[in-house]
């Protein structure tokens, strides 16, 4: 009879709910849904990233492949790298040596003028004829100029004195000038004043200084590189020589 007592069920604890079983099938259905849905999109995300690392593995190979087709007939199987780059370093100081070789210009200004936009050319005739040209930044004014903050860079009238068409794009012009070699910016100012005067009177720099409050100008120029004169004496008609009837559109 003990045995038999002993093999009873447990009766159930006082105040149990029968509906906590449902609730926990329910929690644990949740988790299981959460997990799949977290997996699967661990699993698109690393499909992404090794179709990405794919892609940029397949431009770098075409890449390469694309430098050793400019570098002529690439360097052969075995070869060590950068001997085809040796080669043409050796040939080019050999030219170097031959006095009947005529080098009277540069070789990189038949593709700079590939990268000029017409008005491009009027800024740098500009620069060549008339010399340097102001330009300033506004700034807010505060005192020692500690925590003076930029308002405008770079405000010129070169657009205007040069004639460009686009005279809103500037900067963008002034920008692929420089990265060429072809000017830079100084921070000197020029000598004469009145020119800076003139600058800060156009309607540009007075809405700057209106954006700035208390507004204050640093003023600057832009410069022909020697490289840039060098480049426009001989690639452009300073001279007004050579230069093309203007068309009626």
């Known amino acids: 009879m003990a045995e038999g007592r002993d093999r009873q069920p447990i009766p159930p604890r006082s105040g149990a709910d029968p509906a906590d079983g449902s609730l926990v099938r329910l929690g644990v259905g949740v988790t299981r849904l959460y997990v799949s849905a977290w997996w699967c999109a661990a ?7 090794r179709q990405a690392l794919g892609d940029a593995d397949a431009r770098a190979r075409g890449a390469t492949s694309r430098q050793g087709g400019r570098g002529g007939s690439g360097r052969s199987d075995g070869a060590r790298p950068g001997s085809s780059l040796r080669e043409r370093g050796a040939e080019l100081l050999r030219q170097s040596a031959d ?28 620069l060549a004829s008339e010399g340097p040209q102001p330009a300033v930044d506004v700034r ?12 405008a860079a770079g405000l010129s009238m070169i657009a205007e004195q040069a004639g460009c068409r ?38 540009d720099v007075v809405g700057a200084m209106r954006e700035a409050g208390r507004g204050t100008t640093v003023r600057r120029s832009i410069h ?4 840039g004169e060098d480049f426009c004496q001989l690639c452009l008609p300073l001279d007004g020589e050579g230069m093309p009837e203007a068309r009626e559109s």
Do not use: C
């Open 224 to 227: 022909l590189t020697p490289f």
């Open 99 to 126: 006095v009947r070789i005529a080098d009277d210009t540069h070789p990189a200004y038949e593709r700079i003028l590939e990268d000029l936009a017409p008005d491009e050319g009027r800024i740098l005739r500009l």
């Open 43 to 49: 699993g698109w995300s690393f499909g992404m990233a």
């Open 166 to 203: 686009h005279r809103d794009r500037t900067h963008a012009y002034l920008n692929n000038l420089f990265r060429l070699g072809l000017i830079w910016f100084s921070r000197e100012r020029l000598e004469d004043p009145r020119r800076y005067q003139v600058l800060e009177a156009q309607p």
């Open 140 to 151: 807010t004014a505060r005192p020692l100029k500690i925590g003076s903050k930029l308002v």
